[in-house]
């Protein structure tokens, strides 16, 4: 089992920063693809970004050139770096991982297996 936990959410104007972290418990992280998805309220959940145990990402259109998401393998964590917010960006958002071990990662929810609680993330003046 892996359990992942949020933090990082908050409230804050448009056109401003926050960074999200999740910290996971398995002893197979490093082997991993990790996700941050998010869903507003009367949407579907969306694929954020992804990185997979090699490094490599993907982004959804949306955040391109404004979010970037990393991995620390020593301290089991994910980060979401998140610049120029707008109201658009307003979501419950969550991290994810998958269950299977050393693949690409891809944006769709249906590749990740466990999820955290999410953290929310409100944009507005």
């Known amino acids: 089992q892996v359990q992942l936990v949020e933090s990082g959410g908050g409230s804050v104007q448009p056109g401003g920063s926050l960074r999200l972290s999740c910290a996971a418990s398995?002893?197979?992280?490093?082997?991993?693809?990790m996700g941050w998805f998010r869903q507003a309220p009367g949407k579907e959940r969306e694929g954020v970004a992804c990185?997979?145990?090699?490094?490599?990402?993907n982004y959804a259109d949306s955040v391109k050139g404004r979010f970037t998401i990393s991995r620390n393998n020593a301290k089991k964590t994910l980060g979401l770096q998140m610049n120029s917010l707008d109201p658009g960006d307003t979501a419950m958002y969550s991290c994810?991982?998958?269950?299977?071990?050393?693949?690409?990662?891809?944006?769709?929810?249906?590749?990740?297996?466990?999820w955290g609680q999410g953290t929310q993330v409100t944009v507005s003046s």
């Open positions: 994810a991982a998958t269950s299977v071990t050393y693949t690409r990662c891809s944006l769709a929810h249906q590749s990740f297996n466990y």
């Open positions: 398995t002893s197979t992280y490093n082997s991993r693809s």
């Open positions: 990185i997979d145990p090699y490094g490599n990402t």
